[in-house]
């Protein structure tokens, strides 16, 4: 069965720190990638989404995420976080023949001012 | 409305009874799924509405649990019987619909009803 991995559940950085949250999937066909993200007391929203060409794709408030078909990795990277970024963010990805989305359990990252 | 909109925020039962959750999508979406969200758990499929296409309720964990859309609008989840097991965030989305390319948009989320089975 297709899944998605989110290796770190809990993240913890100071201000300034640079972010880097993994996830991987399982499944060998074309896919698409999406970072949702849930920030405290609000509704889940899209980060950003990855469906072809440029495998490095840019997102809102300077997250962005690298497809590594090789890999079958998507990361999410930030160069440096801050308080704002406290949230929940999860990986969730849409393999052609399941016709629906599959989500990783979610990363809780904690900003320290 | 501007966004999906849910009811009731928080409901607490008791176990064996009915309940109802409610969703209001944004206007104009044709897609409507529904998601469970427990205690350190990911997204949990559930059940997913396009337009008059017969829903996919390939996510339903028991039979207890049903949905209805009406009016390829507001849907309910309704879960009869309530377990412990049912306590979680329910979780209702829409996007833009399509054919095979509705789960490439954006869904939208609401608020989530918070249920608590004692």
Known sequence: AQSVSQHNHHVILSEAASLELGCNYSYGGTVNLFWYVQYPGQHLQLLLKYFSGDPLVKGIKGFEAEFIKSKF??????????WSDTAEYFCAVYAG????????????????? | GAGV???PSNKVTEKGKDVELRCDPISGHTALYWYRQSLGQGLEFLIYFQGNSAPDKSGLPSDRFSAERTGGSVSTLTIQRTQQE???VYLCASSLGGTRATF????????GTRLTVL
């Open chain 1, 97 to 113: 023949n399941n016709r629906k989305l599959i989500w990783g359990l979610g990363t809780s990252l904690a900003v320290n001012p």
């Open chain 2, 104 to 111: 490439y948009n954006e869904q939208f989320f609401g608020p």
């Open chain 2, 86 to 88: 049912d306590s979680a």
């Open chain 2, 5 to 7: 909109s849910q009811s």
């Open chain 1, 73 to 82: 990795s998507f990361n999410l990277r930030k160069p440096s976080v801050q």
